[in-house]
């Protein structure tokens, strides 16, 4: 009796930690007033490339990938602009991506002319720096060097797996 108490503790403890049995983000729905400028931008701004989508899904849409991660975009019932954010917050949710070179992400934001705004992010003489932009709906879209900063969980045993960045040593 004293094994299975054991063992229902043991499946119970690491239910809690990873409860959904999840192993990955797959992809993030955006709702879009443009297709068309939409499909441009996560495209020819973010560098996703269009993949099949099931064609049981009866209603106007599109789906990209890359790096690991799909992007749904769903053509919006709701053609007006009222859920536009006309200021740029590095606060407001968005959607973040890792680049190779900040200074070159900088560069091409400029030239393409689109509205950005820098944030740096300091921690124990480590330093992130940040681009955040709109995509055409207003979801905000951030590109940083974040791999600067190592992940710390903050508890011995969490379900964080460890990669390179993940400091698994405490």
């Known amino acids: 009796m004293g094994e299975a108490c054991e063992e229902n503790v043991i499946m119970t403890r690491e239910n809690l930690e990873n409860p959904l049995r999840l192993i990955s983000l797959n992809h993030v729905s955006i709702n879009c007033r443009s297709m068309e400028k939409s499909l ?15 064609g049981s899904l009866n209603f106007p849409g599109a789906w990209l990938f890359n790096y690991g991660i799909g992007i749904h975009l769903l053509q919006s019932q709701d053609s007006n602009d009222k859920h536009i954010v006309k200021v740029i917050n590095p606060k407001d949710n968005h959607i973040s991506f890792q680049c190779e070179n900040m200074a070159t ?4 934001l400029k030239e393409m002319q689109i509205e ?6 300091n921690e124990g003489g480590i330093s992130v720096d940040q681009l955040f932009f709109h995509d055409p709906d207003g979801l905000m879209i951030e590109i940083c060097d974040c791999d600067n900063l190592p992940v710390i969980p903050l508890k011995r ?4 797996q460890c990669c390179p960045r993940v400091n698994c040593s405490l």
Not at 157 to 160: D, E, L, N, V, Y
């Open 40 to 54: 441009d931008f996560y495209q020819n701004i973010l560098g996703f490339f269009p993949v099949r989508r099931p």
């Open 105 to 108: 992400v900088e560069t091409m």
């Open 116 to 121: 950005h705004v820098k944030n740096r992010v």
């Open 157 to 160: 045993h969490s379900p964080i």
